[in-house]
């Protein structure tokens, strides 16, 4: 009977070192997926920031030239003019 037992116990150490086996297998895998989300969340940042910038310089220039239409529009207004 302690064969028994002791061939059991033995069973469920050698399952147990395939399961710590396995789970650090998946835990290197998990780490390197985060590793490359992190670094595409990143360059992800980088590019959000870049087409903010360029959204505000877009919106700049077009103020700029609504600004300057509005002031052609000022000069093309013919004013009325009373001769006396």
Same mark, same amino acid.
């Given at each position: =009977?302690?064969?028994?037992? &002791? *061939?059991?116990?033995?069973?469920? @150490? !050698? *399952? %147990?070192? !395939? &399961?710590?086996?396995?789970?650090?297998?998946?835990?290197?895998?998990?780490? *390197?997926? @985060?590793?490359?989300?992190?670094?595409? %969340?990143?360059?992800? #940042?980088?590019?959000?920031?870049?087409?903010? !910038?360029?959204?505000? #310089? $877009?919106?700049?220039? $077009?103020? !700029?030239? =609504?600004?300057? $239409?509005?002031? %052609?529009?000022?000069? #093309?207004?013919?004013?009325?003019?009373? %001769? #006396?």
């Amino acid at each position: =009977m302690g064969l028994d037992r &002791l *061939d059991a116990l033995e069973t469920r @150490i !050698k *399952d %147990l070192v !395939k &399961l710590v086996q396995e789970l650090k297998r998946r835990n290197a895998s998990l780490e *390197d997926e @985060i590793r490359a989300t992190r670094h595409r %969340l990143a360059s992800q #940042d980088d590019l959000n920031r870049r087409w903010e !910038k360029e959204r505000t #310089d $877009i919106k700049s220039r $077009i103020e !700029k030239v =609504m600004n300057e $239409i509005e002031l %052609l529009e000022c000069v #093309d207004d013919p004013k009325e003019v009373t %001769l #006396d």
